[in-house]
């Protein structure tokens, strides 16, 4: 269980600085995604904001995640924060009505004490320990609204091979897999993008082991289904393996590449 806490009062901001690597279209997956998965309750909230935290050197992304976002919740407004403040003078002449930029870390500070109803932190947890997670995720999912999203993952540089997991203000909730589907040798090779929770634990006996091995073991018995084409060996690859894991997803986000697993499935041993 994630308990709520007030932001801390202390200006420094909460975190250490990342690489900043940014390209524009990187987080296309994810947040096409977030739009599908959360933009029903952005809709209903009321003025509901987005953070788009640790947006790197440039601020392709939180652009692009205003752009995305207002398709599906034409109120959302977008604050983009980072640790870095040169980042943030950089960003600033890229403000616009519903998009602005900010100094700060995982405290997430926002106006008067705001909750957002998203965060999306990407490529952010990827340098820091494994035994850090637990405690930003509670830091992080203590800041959002109730009803809020925490989405936190990582990608390659070009954005097509991506896993993030979900979290509510309870706790995570899932883990989704997406990726080109033309680029996709197997699925085990979105290992290597595995968010920080999870990367280190790609080892036997443990669960996200157990499961992409499964997921190679599908996708290898889906290959006559390659003649019509990747996109329906990966239907056929997340239908067999709905049979042994708890796939919270269906046919419409497999069709996008994607294939999201609950938490619990693939919570780390121990």
């Known amino acids: 269980m994630v308990s709520r806490s007030t932001p801390p009062s202390s200006k420094r901001p909460v975190g250490t600085v990342t690489r900043g690597t940014t390209n524009p279209n990187r987080l296309r997956r994810m947040d096409r995604w977030i739009a599908a998965a ?5 809709r209903r909230a009321d003025a509901p904001v987005a953070v788009d935290l640790g947006y790197g050197a440039a601020p392709w992304t939180a652009v692009e995640l205003l752009a995305r976002l207002r398709e599906a919740a034409p109120g959302v407004r977008v604050v983009g924060i980072e640790i870095e403040p040169a980042r943030v003078a950089g ?19 926002l106006d008067g004490g ?41 990608c390659d540089e070009i954005g097509r091979r991506h896993v993030w997991v979900a979290l509510g203000p309870e706790g995570p909730r899932t883990v989704t897999f ?31 082991h157990a499961f992409l091995r499964d997921f190679d073991r599908a996708w290898a018995a889906a290959a006559p289904y390659a003649s ?13 393996l709905a049979a042994d894991w708890p796939l919270a997803d269906g046919p419409v986000r497999w069709r996008q590449g994607e294939l999201t697993v609950r938490w619990e499935a693939l919570r780390p041993a121990g």
């Open 178 to 208: 997406a990726t080109r589907l033309g680029s996709l040798e197997r699925p085990s090779d979105l290992a290597e993008r595995l968010p920080k929770a999870l990367i280190h634990r790609n080892v036997p006996g443990e669960p996200v």
């Open 91 to 109: 960003a600033k002449p890229y403000e616009r009505e519903g998009l602005s930029f900010r100094h700060g870390g995982f405290e997430v500070p």
């Open 38 to 42: 959360h933009g029903a309750a952005l």
């Open 228 to 240: 019509y084409g990747a996109r329906q060996r990966w239907i056929r690859t997340a239908r067999a």
């Open 114 to 154: 705001e909750r957002p109803a998203l965060i999306r932190a990407a490529n952010v947890l990827r340098q820091y320990d494994e035994e850090q997670v637990a405690q930003v995720w509670q830091r992080l999912c203590g800041r959002l609204a109730p009803g809020g999203l925490l989405v936190e993952g990582t």
